[in-house]
């Protein structure tokens, strides 16, 4: 028989996130530790050693104390898009992108909800990276767990407004109803041809709501450590 301990791992602790001593400070006691929040302003951010966390629940007695492993995760995850063209008859040369419903404060340990959950917008990026012909976009953001949505059958539905009508130029809401969750917007120039062989061009935007969409069409989570 034992007691049940709780064994938390904070490793390349930052300048923008602190110390150890700083966390042990702003926290009076357990409850406190375990909510601690950390803040990310910045897309793309060049981590020479990457902050990661991670706790154990483990039996331990005082004969033959503990053992186990933790495992530390990164708080942020990595967005990666690869831009190329597919079609011989289309062309799409992007000019830039922004990315929506950018989480600034997200906690330290995994499972922990952030109930004040704080979003910022990145607008008129153009920092592609050119890799065999296509276009890179990469950058690292803290997790939004924004969740699963209702009404989403498909890859389709996740892009859709609630109405068609445009007003100033301004889109309806999506009607997937999570208001925080992250989309990345790419924008570009398209140029083709017709079916009647005819040359078109126009300036194209491209929506893409970041989540595990591949293996389900309602998430729109963005998870730490991905």
Do not use: C, W
Request: overall charge negative; charged content about 20%; cysteine-free.
């Amino acid at each position: 028989d034992g007691d049940v301990v709780n064994i938390y791992a904070i490793a390349n602790t930052s300048s923008s996130l602190g110390t150890i001593a700083d966390f042990i400070s702003v926290a009076g006691n357990f409850a406190q530790f375990e909510q601690l929040m950390m803040s990310l302003n910045t897309l793309n951010t060049p981590f020479s050693s990457m902050v990661m966390s991670g706790k154990l629940n483990v039996v331990a007695s005082a004969q033959y104390g503990a053992t186990g492993t933790i495992e530390v995760k990164r708080p942020y995850a990595k967005v990666n898009f690869t831009i190329k063209n597919g079609k011989s008859n289309y062309t799409f040369t992007p000019t830039q992108y922004n990315v929506k419903n950018v989480p600034t404060n997200g906690a330290v340990f995994e499972g922990i909800n952030v109930s004040d959950l704080k979003v910022v917008n990145h607008d008129g990026m153009t920092d592609f990276v050119e890799n065999q012909g296509a276009q890179v976009i990469e950058f690292f953001m803290l997790e939004n767990l924004a969740g699963n949505a209702e009404g989403v059958a498909s890859y389709n539905d996740r892009e859709k407004r609630k109405d068609i009508d445009i007003t100033g130029g301004n889109h309806s809401e999506f009607a997937h109803g999570l208001a925080n969750a992250t989309y990345v917007e790419i924008k570009g120039e398209g140029k083709g041809t017709n079916d009647a062989g005819e040359p078109i061009s126009a300036t194209v935007t491209y929506t893409i709501h970041l989540g595990d969409f591949a293996n389900d069409a309602t998430d729109f989570n963005v998870k730490r450590n991905h």
